[in-house]
């Protein structure tokens, strides 16, 4: 079977002359032909692609939890516990104070935080980013900008239930409720 079109083009440029050969231009313009291609594409032979194979992502969730919301109750969560530790009636088993550190190194606190109170199966935690504010600025300091972006990304989303800030009028520190792990035998 012989093709239509010249075999340096790609399939997605063969789509987008397909697209185009339908489209009227304005008044007074004229439009721009892909180089090689025909201006239409016959309906009764599509363009086919291989697609890679589907990789399989053993130990990896599929599907992450929506993203979690300072201050928001997530779904799932009863009412009772999310006051509680809203109110600041759960303590933190352990406190993360960020400062002094950089980005890169206030990341991997951040993560081996996280993961390792999920594995000891602490309930609560907490991170001090501070306010982050230079002399005379009123913009947020990075960590305080980026630590809320790392909590809401793989693999850390998956650990983690809610967060709060502790105090109403203080954003420079994120309290951490961790997601229970249930055993199997729960699960079913």
């Keep these: 079977m012989q093709s239509r079109h010249k075999p340096d083009l790609t399939t997605d440029q063969l789509i987008w002359a ?9 008044k007074g313009r004229t439009p721009k032909r892909l180089v090689g291609a025909d201006p239409i594409l016959p309906a009764t032979e599509p363009v086919v692609t291989e697609a890679a194979p589907a990789r399989s992502l053993v130990g990896v969730s599929q599907v992450l939890p929506p993203p979690v919301v300072i201050g928001r109750p997530p779904a799932g ?12 009636k759960i303590p933190p088993a352990r406190v993360l104070d960020l400062h002094g550190m950089t980005v890169a190194q206030a990341h991997s606190a951040v993560s081996t935080l996280i993961q390792n109170a999920a594995i000891r199966g602490d309930r609560c935690v907490e991170i001090i980013t ?7 600025g009123s913009e947020g300091g990075a960590l305080r900008r980026e630590v809320p972006l790392w909590l809401s990304m793989a693999p850390l989303q998956d650990l983690i239930l809610a967060l709060v800030h502790p105090h109403s009028g ?9 997601r229970r792990r ?3 035998s729960e699960a079913r």
């Design 77 to 88: 969560l009863d009412r009772v516990t999310w006051q509680r530790f809203r109110g600041n």
């Design 170 to 178: 203080n954003p420079g520190a994120i309290r951490i409720l961790i």
């Design 130 to 136: 501070g306010y982050g504010r230079r002399a005379g």
């Design 18 to 26: 397909q697209y185009v050969a339908d489209v009227r231009p304005l």
């Design 182 to 184: 249930r055993a199997r």
